[in-house]
C-alpha cells in the first residue's frame, strides 16, 4: 500500500526518477524535494533513512517533452 505524496508534471529531463543515491541522507532531501514539487500539498507525510517509494509516470499528450509524475510512499505489506 502507497501514500501518495507528489504529483506533478516534469519535463522529460528533470530528475524525478532517481534509482541510486550516494547516501540515505541524500534519498530522504529527494523525497522532500519531490514532495515540494507536488501540486497536491500532502503535509502529513514524512521520510526517514529506509524507507521506500515508487515513481509513476506517463505522457502529458500535449507536448513529447513532458511527463506526468506520481510517487507514492509504501506504507505496508499486504498479502
Known sequence: ????????????????????????????????????????????IEFEEGDQIITLSTCTNENQQERYAVQGKLIRIER
Open 1 to 44: 500500500v502507497y501514500e501518495i505524496f507528489s504529483v506533478f508534471k516534469a519535463h522529460m529531463s528533470d530528475n524525478y526518477y532517481y534509482v541510486f543515491f550516494d547516501s540515505q541522507r541524500d534519498f530522504v532531501d529527494f523525497c522532500y524535494e519531490m514532495k515540494y514539487k507536488s501540486v497536491f500539498p500532502v503535509d502529513e
